[in-house]
């Protein structure tokens, strides 16, 4: 390094000399100069340990996103991305030369190379150019539904209900029209009936939870439901020349509804969480998920869903998957969250109003100290395409602060052309298998052939496994046996939310009675040891 760098500068820059391989965000920025032989990086093995990415509108969080992606997909690890505002899909295609990505790179001593990124583009339910994603009402759960539905905790508990119902009577629950089904059912004089020995669907719930079903139907959600189910296993993919496969779920057409998008990444997690097995610490990670716009998953959210994404988080890391979180403000992400997530990347904040003054305060008591930088000063200066960054070392402990200057990256910084999204969406060998939706027997058939045989006896619920009437709390709940096919994943479960079921009373009380069916069949998706057959 020049003698001509301040010691300050040098000091920092040792706290990032990493030996293993890592990946290079920058050089360290001290009064406006970027110092380029003191490069800022973040070694590629503690990237599981969670991370965030953070700052005002328009201060570069998405080239960021971006920066890193590329660079771990060079280093065969795939990534998911989520384009809020469709302009990363350009992930795919080589970067323009010249102009001011030469001279970013000149400034922080980057060797740009034009390169773009194996990638996978999809949409949920087909809102949009990319391949369709779908989940079944069954695998989503009554706990991710209920957000998306905004329902208060009594009708999420009454939702539960529903689905531990379905479950024991074999009413697959595949897409919308069969949990409306079930509910219209289970409110009518033979439902009830049905429900006596497990606690009861009130009429005004039901009438809440059915106008919401119908109000996200005609909202064009309906789609995101059904099958084929999409195998969260081609996340985990990569290309034959071993880079990592950058998966795009194209989000502008599903904007106004956050609720849905934010829940879907959610479920993401949690069925990769069901399906991964624990790997410990890697040298690099299985997969980094980046989650934009993290405040829309947070924002109303129930305790025991606050605490099924704290479980999950927590957990998902031993996994070999890495979650980085994005939005504007720390203080946008829970605290027990937050207290997991090692790496942070801060771009700018603003502070032009008494709210603004007492986030920046609260964001500058997250970093380290440092004697280099007034932090406060710094963060409300900073340029875009500049950021605060520590990470954690290879020992695991925090690096100096570091205002860095970002390299530039090396794919197309804006959205691919329509044309060529389409003929990478027509070209992938994913279309096929996703593009047309399947509509199986499942509740709604089963019940409307019920409903035609009146002289038909109900089925009857046996004893034993019949809910006390004082423990009305709802249940996760296994996927139904006709749902395993041949060849198909491992049976799922929403095993992500662990923590919201473990505090659940209804579960306690089945546990307790462990040699009924149904209480081996929720151990089972507790723990894992039930899966699905590949």
């Known amino acids: 390094m020049s003698a001509a760098v301040p010691s300050a500068v040098r000091e920092i820059a040792d706290g990032y000399a990493f030996t293993g391989p890592a990946l ?59 384009d809020i505002k469709g302009d990363v899909s350009g992930v795919a295609a080589p970067g323009e030369p010249g102009g001011r990505t030469a001279a ?101 719930t039901a009438g809440v939870i059915l106008r919401s079903l119908t109000l996200l139907e005609n909202e064009g959600a309906g789609a995101f439901f059904g099958e084929p189910e999409f195998d969260t296993a081609e996340l985990l993919r990569r290309a034959e020349d071993g880079r990592g496969v950058v998966s795009v779920l194209e989000l502008p057409a599903v904007q106004d509804r956050p609720r849905l998008f934010s829940t879907f990444l959610m479920w993401l997690l949690a069925d990769l969480y069901q399906e991964l097995p624990e790997v410990g610490d890697l040298d690099r990670p299985k997969l980094v998920f980046f989650f934009d716009e993290a405040h829309l998953l947070f924002k109303g ?30 203080k946008d992400v829970p605290g027990d969250v937050l207290a997991q997530l090692g790496n942070r990347v801060q771009h700018a904040l603003r502070a032009f109003t008494p709210d603004d003054a007492k986030a920046l305060k609260a964001t500058v008591s997250t ?3 440092s004697p280099a930088y007034d932090l406060g000063e710094v963060l409300t200066s900073l340029g875009t395409g500049e950021a605060v960054v520590t990470v954690l070392s290879e020992k695991g402990a925090p690096t100096p602060v570091a205002a860095t200057r970002l390299r530039a990256p090396q794919s197309l910084m804006g959205p691919l052309d329509p044309a ?78 662990l923590g919201s079921l473990l505090a659940n009373p209804a579960l306690k009380s089945f546990a307790r009675s462990a040699g009924t069916q149904l209480g081996r069949e929720i151990s089972r998706s507790l723990f894992g040891t039930s899966r699905r057959r590949r």
Do not use: M
């Not at 570069?60 to 997909?73: H, M, P, R, V, Y």
């Open 104 to 204: 970013r790179a000149a400034e922080v001593g980057q060797d740009w190379q034009a390169r773009g990124c194996p990638a996978e583009f999809y949409a949920l339910g087909g809102l949009g150019t990319g391949i369709p994603l779908r989940a079944t009402v069954t695998s989503f759960g009554p706990l991710l539904l209920s957000k998306v539905l905004d329902l208060n905790e009594t009708q999420e508990s009454s939702l539960g209900l529903v689905f531990h119902y379905a479950d024991r009577q074999g009413l697959e629950l595949y897409d919308l029209k069969d949990l409306t089904a079930v509910i219209t059912f289970l409110t009518s004089p033979e439902g009830k009936a049905e429900l006596k020995g497990i606690g009861g669907l009130s009429a005004a």
């Open 420 to 497: 060529e999204l389409r003929a990478a969406v027509d070209g992938s060998a994913l279309t096929g298998k996703y593009r047309d939706a399947v509509d199986r027997e499942s509740a709604y058939e089963k019940l409307a052939a019920r409903a035609a045989r009146p002289e038909a006896e109900p089925v009857p619920v046996p004893a034993e496994e019949r809910e006390p009437q004082e423990r009305r709390e709802p249940v996760e709940r296994r996927e139904p046996a006709e749902r395993r096919e041949p060849g198909a994943r491992r049976e799922k479960a929403d095993a992500g939310l």
């Open 367 to 369: 970093f380290p100290k």
């Open 301 to 330: 959210a129930s305790k025991a869903f606050l605490e099924a994404i704290t479980q999950t988080v927590r957990l998902i890391r031993s996994k070999g998957v890495g979650i980085f979180f994005v939005t504007q403000t720390p």
């Open 24 to 82: 290079d965000l920058g050089a360290v920025l001290l009064d406006g100069t970027a110092y380029a032989g003191a490069p800022v990086r973040v070694p590629l093995g503690v990237l599981n340990r969670h991370g965030l990415v953070a700052g005002a509108t328009g201060t570069g969080k998405t080239k960021t996103l971006q920066l890193i992606a590329e660079q771990l997909s060079a280093q065969g690890v795939p990534v998911f991305l989520a």
